[in-house]
């Protein structure tokens, strides 16, 4: 019941870490993969650079504003204004998240699984769960992740090893991909897939003892990377980057074909409960998000009331109709996009003008 | 506490609303589970699809006293694509069919050559097939062969498909080809599609080799000795027997045989504008029979076996290759891929023209084989 | 009382209404502490496993430590050699 509580660095960690991989579970490193071909691995490592340069940067903007997030920053920097529109940008961008997620998902599962079911009664579950879990609290909420994390990243591991050495690995060559320009020009839009800037500017106020939020930062954004880029690696292997295939769920058609003999095999429902649980786990952290956003926009007393809210909107924004080319635009272009404008642009501009402005004060004085 | 209880007993009572969803399960017993899937040529570009699924045990003889036998039962129909008919053996069969256990698909060799992209793309989307059911090319039709494998005598037709799939574990006659390695083969961009091939002699099902494609399309069939050939060059002998002439007595044979004690090597240049592909390879042979004035202890007769076998071992790899290069053009064992590494990106490699080059291709084959003792009682 | 849930659960959604049930189930479950401390500890919050390791149990004679997140005010529940009988002969 208690939103005030201060997390620790293992939880901060394993937070981050659920909220970045998270997005494998959509189709992104299927449009990753068919953005830079079998340069793969080169071009991530690329990006991984700039990303992790880009947070080092991020971390040392941040370290004049003790416990504030992005809206207290915002809020010092431009007024009350700049803090509303702050908020609603976040809001938006949290809210694409989890449609896009929550939609491709529940999709997935209902072809496979619930092809009698309507899809309305699977995001009634998702739905729910996010509800009892921003009742119950966030304590329980970083509690219950420390247990899910691990799991996820043995499936991750296991996942990869089990599939690296049945497919040729010729798929992973030439190195750099199509070309240079696709590879390091083209595939430089790719840096959305590692959206921890997005999230790490929240957490500030939520720890215990922020000397531990530049280890927090590293660890988590290494954890994630390593994550993303097994999973990248053994998606080129399976689909060739072949561009007429349908963006179907790559994580769910990676684990399809992993078998040990004829003992172990189909292990993809197992392996379906684990996402289930690790959407869950996202979903909640993201409308926890949305209400500690609201609360500072309007100074409300109880935020949990504004899970309702949230929760509502975001089922009816799913039960919209919406066709899969649609789907596939705005996973592949519209959140792209957003995603880095918000990252790069929209964070690091207030962020900069906070520290000038701080600079300017402190001279004054 | 209370708005704990209070939020369960609102979740409970949400959920018994979802009584919604109560018909929607379907029991074991409304499936009927298929175990192979054939696929023929019909007319009018129809494809014949059918199905071979276990009979109902209370319609079967009496006389099935064994627990483990079972009969089974075959169904044909005639559709645009493989959902059509699925839909109209559903409606006719009255329960739904189910792939899950569907341990081979059976393409007929005339459907195969035509060009099959289609129908293995709507397998591929099929979430009940498994990864590692098997890929079978059939030089009959393909209900000629679910028949045979259903009078075959064998308790679980499963396990028939399961052994033409294991001869390649001791004989080296054909290989494994699961439905999604198969896919994934024909998408591919460096790499051609192989499934096994099989032949129907005397209601006897026979594995005859390798079935090679060149993008969707079959174009040929290697036999016996050429699908050893392909998997030493693939590195996926397990073992295998051969037969060659003694060359010490007159009609006389050596048996042996051979596994591999080195991964094979595979170098590529272009020379002139044409693939040069330089294969070394490694097999350990153990004789098993060369006659009884065959002298082991000497160290000459056994270089001159060596030696044999080595020239045998270059004859077998060099036909097969010219075979799939000149005459299907097709690069089964991954030249291109192989050779797509050495570059950095695909634009460089695109300006060799692969595609166009490899019928052109020159191969040197070098054999470098060991021979063990295989323990054989001598002459004295 | 709770299988009952689950077995309900489970009839009506399959595994993602047991996956929402364990889900809930452990949210609450975190969320409860017994004479103060955490339910799950040591393993969430991870509090350190030297002295138990919740899995197996040592001799009587080894337990020498009480757990830390306790915050007992002696930390010590026996002497390194408790069993002095045997040490002196």
């Given at each position: 019941m208690d939103n005030h509580y201060q997390i620790g660095k293992v939880e901060a960690i394993f937070i981050i870490v659920i909220l970045s991989t998270s997005k494998l579970i959509a189709n992104f490193s299927f449009y990753f993969v068919n953005t830079v071909g079998s340069g793969v691995i080169v071009n991530f490592i690329y990006i991984g650079i700039i990303d992790f340069a880009f947070m080092i940067l991020l971390i040392y903007l941040q370290q004049k504003f003790q416990n504030s997030d992005i809206i207290d920053i915002s809020e010092q920097v431009g007024g009350k204004l700049l803090k509303i529109l702050c908020g609603l940008v976040c809001i938006t961008v949290l809210i694409l998240s989890a449609f896009i997620t929550l939609k491709d998902f529940s999709s997935i599962i209902q072809k496979v699984y619930f092809s009698n079911f309507s899809i309305i009664y699977i995001l009634m579950f998702f739905i729910l769960a996010v509800l009892v879990a921003n009742f119950v609290g966030f304590k329980s909420l970083a509690r219950i992740n420390l247990l899910i994390v691990p799991f996820v990243i043995m499936a991750i591991l296991a996942t990869f090893f089990s599939i690296i050495a049945k497919i040729n690995n010729k798929s992973l060559t030439p190195v750099f991909g199509d070309s240079y320009y696709k590879t390091f020009i083209t595939g430089l839009s790719n840096v959305f897939m590692i959206s921890n800037l997005s999230y790490v500017l929240f957490l500030k106020p939520l720890?215990?003892?922020?000397?531990d939020y530049k280890k927090i930062c590293i660890i988590s954004y290494i954890i994630s990377w390593i994550c993303i880029l097994l999973v990248l690696i053994v998606t080129e292997l399976l689909f060739n980057s072949t561009p007429s295939k349908e963006p179907s769920n790559s994580v769910f058609l990676l684990v399809r074909s992993v078998n040990f003999g004829s003992f172990i095999e189909r292990i993809d429902s197992l392996f379906i409960l684990l996402c289930v649980i690790c959407i869950f786990s996202y979903l909640s952290f993201v409308v926890f998000l949305i209400n500690r956003i609201f609360k500072k926009l309007f100074n409300i007393t109880d935020e949990k009331m504004i899970s309702y809210i949230a929760c509502t909107f975001l089922f009816s924004l799913c039960l919209f109709p919406i066709s899969l080319s649609a789907l596939y635009y705005l996973e592949n272009y519209v959140y792209r996009y957003m995603i880095i404008l918000f990252s790069f642009a929209f964070e690091f501009s207030i962020l900069i003008i906070g520290n000038f402005k701080k600079r300017i004060r402190k001279e004054k004085t | 506490m209370k708005k704990n209880f209070f939020l369960i007993v609102l979740s409970f009572i949400l959920l018994i609303s979802l009584?919604?969803?109560?018909?929607s399960s379907i029991g074991i017993d409304d499936y009927y589970f298929v175990i192979g899937l054939g696929l023929d040529e019909a007319e009018n570009d129809y494809i014949k699809l059918s199905i071979q699924i276990p009979s109902n045990p209370k319609n079967s003889?009496?006389?099935?006293?064994?627990?483990?036998s079972s009969s089974y039962e075959i169904y044909s129909v005639e559709a645009r694509t493989i959902e059509e008919a699925i839909n109209i053996l559903d409606n006719y069969l009255n329960k739904q069919i189910n792939l899950s256990h569907c341990s081979a698909i059976v393409i007929s060799e005339s459907l195969a050559k035509k060009g099959i992209d289609q129908y293995i793309n709507s397998l591929n989307n099929n979430v009940e097939l498994r990864y590692n059911c098997q890929t079978i090319i059939s030089s009959s039709t393909a209900y000629d062969l679910l028949e045979k494998v259903s009078n075959?005598?064998?308790?679980?037709s499963a396990r028939l498909f399961d052994y033409l799939k294991n001869t390649t574990n001791y004989t080296g006659y054909t290989i494994e080809s699961s439905i999604g390695t198969f896919a994934h083969d024909i998408d591919s961009k460096f790499c051609e599609a192989t499934a096994i091939y099989t032949k129907v002699n005397n209601d006897i099902i026979q594995t005859a080799g390798i079935a090679v494609f060149k993008d969707q399309y079959l174009v040929g069939n290697l036999d016996v000795l050429e699908s050893i050939a392909h998997l030493m060059v693939t590195n996926k002998l397990n073992k295998c027997f051969l037969t060659m002439d003694s060359i010490f007595i007159e009609n006389g044979k050596i048996d042996f045989d051979t596994k591999l004690y080195k991964k094979t090597n595979t170098y590529i240049n272009m020379i002139n504008g044409s693939p040069f592909i330089k294969i070394n390879v490694f097999p350990e042979i153990s004789i098993?029979?060369?006659?009884?004035?065959?002298?082991?202890?000497?160290s000459y007769n056994v270089e001159k076996v060596t030696h044999a076998v080595n020239k045998y071992y270059e004859r077998i790899i060099k036909n097969y290759l010219y075979k799939i290069s000149k005459d299907y053009n097709s690069d089964i064992d991954c030249f291109q891929g192989l050779y797509q590494s050495t570059f950095l990106t695909k634009e460089d490699f695109s300006k060799i023209n692969w595609d166009k080059n490899f019928q052109n291709s020159f191969f040197e084959v070098n054999v470098t084989s060991r021979i063990y003792s295989s323990n054989l009682f001598n002459k004295e | 009382m709770i299988r009952f849930i689950y077995i309900i659960l489970g009839y009506f959604a399959g595994f993602l209404g047991i996956t929402f049930g364990f889900f809930v189930h452990f949210l609450v479950l975190s969320s409860k502490s017994s004479f103060g401390i955490p339910f799950f500890t040591p393993y969430i919050p991870f509090l350190g496993l030297e002295n138990n390791n919740g899995i197996f149990v040592e001799a009587v004679w080894r337990r020498e430590k009480r757990d830390n997140y306790l915050n007992t005010k002696k930390p010590d529940l026996q002497e390194h050699i408790s069993m002095k009988w045997r040490e002196n002969g």
């Open positions: 720890l215990k003892n922020e000397s | 009584t919604g969803c109560e018909n003889s009496s006389d099935a006293s064994s627990s483990q075959s005598g064998e308790a679980f098993l029979n060369s006659g009884t004035d065959f002298d082991y202890n000497s | -």
